[in-house]
């Protein structure tokens, strides 16, 4: 069901928690071209099979998908081995973020709604990168507090919950993939989708409450 107003929406709830990429910036596609561009070298049927699994697992991070991919192209995922593909696809990506385009009225909801409930940052984006981010777009201030990998989000939003000290349904994740549902479903937390207009019908009609933007 869409959401006809946000505000209105969110009034009952005490605390939200928002996902980053896809969900408050277009940061989606951005993501999948960094592990083509990082693999770049290798096979079409490689690149094409890093392509599938990425598209079909958005909620995994870096972490899990980079030593899955070094396998795939024959490369022993060693911790050096890790470290050095998760820096340059790092160096690769970030930058891409910063100039991305903010999803419509994101910035604006943030600011209004800081100032009546708590919020927090639960991403799959390295916790010292998404820092880095949120205080280069001038966000961090309207968070509580920012989490990012490698700590899975059913990890950070329980977190969440022990230290807002408040029953779950008075929560609420904001997320754009399935793993985001998945997540807020095991923890008891309330799940509104940020869609794509261009998002699937089927996909739609999973979902409980969902949105275009955050224009209210």
Request: glycine share 6%; proline share 4%; hydrophobic share 40%.
């Amino acid at each position: 069901m869409l959401v006809s107003s946000l505000i209105d929406f969110v009034d009952e709830f005490k605390f939200i928690v928002f996902d980053f990429d896809g969900t408050l910036k277009h940061t989606a596609g951005i993501k999948a071209d960094g592990y083509l561009e990082l693999f770049s070298f290798s096979e079409e049927s490689t690149q094409e099979k890093i392509r599938l699994h990425d598209s079909e697992n958005p909620h995994l991070s870096r972490f899990d998908k980079i030593p899955l991919y070094l396998n795939f192209c024959s490369i022993e995922p060693t911790r050096e081995n890790v470290e050095k593909y998760t820096i340059a696809y790092g160096n690769i990506v970030k930058g891409k973020v910063l100039n991305a385009n903010a999803v419509d009225g994101a910035q604006c909801f943030i600011e209004r709604i800081s100032k009546e409930k708590k919020l927090y940052i639960a991403s799959a984006t390295p916790q010292e990168e998404i820092e880095f981010i949120l205080n280069t777009e001038g966000w961090s201030s309207y968070f509580q507090c920012i989490y990012g990998s490698p700590n899975r989000k059913q990890v950070i939003l329980k977190e969440i919950v022990r230290t807002c000290r408040l029953p779950e349904d008075k929560g609420l994740f904001i997320g754009d993939t399935l793993g985001d549902k998945l997540a807020a479903v095991e923890v008891g937390l309330p799940f509104l989708w940020r869609l794509e207009r261009k998002t699937p019908e089927t996909i739609q009609f999973e979902s409980d409450f969902y949105i275009y933007d955050f224009m209210e």
